[in-house]
């Protein structure tokens, strides 16, 4: 009796087994790869002339401000510096001229 009540609790759980779904027999392994997403994006070519000029213009406008009685908000460097992070990681081209631009670039 005890043997017949033991083969048929192996039975049972045979039967379970059996009822589960099972890799290759109801459910197949996928195996794609993702698809390489990175895009070649070049950087633009910038001469010394260009920056120079750039930064020209950028001591150009601080010098319009500095006659001005205006009183920005003080950053801290490590602020400033999250800020300029903040706004390259958005993507895309920034011209260097935008950094110094106190409105675009929230110093008041």
Do not use: C
């Amino acid at each position: 009796m005890r043997r017949l009540q033991e083969y048929e609790r192996f039975k049972k759980a045979a039967e379970d087994l059996e009822a589960m779904p099972r890799l290759e027999r109801e459910l197949w392994q996928a195996s794609a790869a993702p698809p390489d997403l990175r895009l070649e994006r070049p950087l633009p070519e910038v001469d010394m002339r260009e920056v120079l000029l750039a930064l020209g213009e950028v001591l150009r406008r601080a010098e319009m401000y500095a006659s001005h009685q205006i009183q920005m908000e003080s950053l801290s460097t490590r602020e400033r510096m999250s800020q300029v992070l903040e706004t390259l990681t958005q993507g895309g081209f920034v011209p260097f001229v935008s950094f110094s631009n106190p409105r675009k670039a929230g110093w008041g």
